[in-house]
């Protein structure tokens, strides 16, 4: 099987980028959510 590079560089799989960003907007999401209640806790 060849590989053409000319038509693997026009593909951007979007729908996975858009799910990484969403995974990691929801990280920092939780991440800031329980720092805030551990400060609260103080």
Known sequence: M???PEK???FIPY???V???LFILL???IW???YSIML???
Do not use: L, Y
């Open 8 to 10: 693997e560089e026009k």
């Open 32 to 34: 800031f959510t329980v």
């Open 15 to 17: 729908g996975a980028i």
């Open 40 to 42: 609260h806790r103080i």
């Open 27 to 29: 990280g920092v999401a």
């Open 2 to 4: 060849e590989q053409h």
């Open 19 to 21: 799910c990484f960003i």
